[in-house]
């Protein structure tokens, strides 16, 4: 993650801004090698503007969105390697660039979402991580990537109704290959701190009709249920996994151990 440091916490916080801007219109006017910043664009990208000087076709504005779209991503691994504040700045202008380019195009403002999330300690750019991230999904809701990204803003600013909508929508979907568990506790949190167990159990409920065998759902729908004192329905659920062959390992123990300590009237962890 690129962190602002205390260093550019003061008159770069500014000078961010207002290179943004100027970069957003013509972002190659301060690059150059990653050493030293000059006023020449890249040499893929003057063919590609050399090329739509001679036709104005949109193919040719789609092939210097993803050339752009392809030095933000460059320029943000550069940046994040060296702590370069200007080379971050330089790769969020590309990838402006790139949505303004194809406004049309959810990948592009997906990478932006990402390169402002990266910068989340600035209010700023969370706003713009979320803008981005919610124009991603706009305009493809298949891209459950993007979707789960605009959650995971969303959750970070105790956003955990609009958040839960996101988190639900991936989970149900069940098309993302990622770590359920993870998701499960984000969710889950959310359901306690905003006061929506019920809504909860509900969706985890569903859930499992449908996919019965997702065990991270199983656990979290137990702790949602003993959160509202329904201590026997949870334990039915956690003692399907416990007592489960070929359950994940890691699963079937911390059921077992939830089960032990409820038993024990023990305060769950």
């Known amino acids: 993650m690129f962190r602002l440091t205390r260093k550019t916490n003061s008159w770069k916080h500014i000078f961010f801004h207002f290179v943004f801007y100027l970069t957003f219109i013509y972002p190659s006017f301060v690059h150059g090698s990653e050493e030293t910043l000059v006023a020449k664009p890249f040499k893929d990208e003057q063919s590609a503007l050399n090329q739509i000087n001679k036709n104005p076709a949109p193919q040719n504005f789609q092939a210097l969105s993803m050339i752009r779209m392809k030095h933000a991503l460059r320029l943000s691994k550069a940046a994040d390697k060296k702590g370069d504040m200007d080379l971050y700045i330089l790769a969020l202008s590309y990838a402006g660039s790139a949505t303004q380019l194809t406004p049309d195009n959810s990948e592009c403002w997906f990478l932006l979402s990402v390169l402002h999330w990266q910068m989340k300690e600035n209010p700023w ?26 959650a995971r803003i969303l959750y970070n600013q105790q956003k955990f109704s609009s958040a839960l909508d996101q988190f639900e929508t991936v989970m149900s979907e069940g098309r993302l290959k990622i770590e359920d568990e993870r998701l499960a506790g984000l969710m889950g949190s959310a359901y306690v701190i905003d ?13 499992l009709n449908q996919h019965p065998m997702k065990e991270s759902a199983r656990i979290a729908l137990a702790l949602l249920l003993y959160h509202e004192n329904r201590k026997t329905e949870a334990e039915k659920h956690l003692a399907q996994i416990a007592d489960k062959k070929g359950a994940r390992k890691h699963n079937s123990e911390y059921a077992q151990r939830l089960i032990n300590e409820w038993r024990n009237g023990e305060k769950t962890q």
């Not at 991580?129 to 979707?147: C, Q, S, T």
């Not at 006061?195 to 859930?207: A, C, E, H, M, T």
């Open 125 to 150: 750019s969370l706003m713009m991580a979320e803008d981005a991230a919610e124009k991603a999904v706009g305009l493809n809701p298949e891209n459950h990537i993007a979707r789960l990204l605009f």
């Open 195 to 207: 006061s929506q167990v019920p809504r909860g159990i509900k969706f985890y409920q569903k859930l």
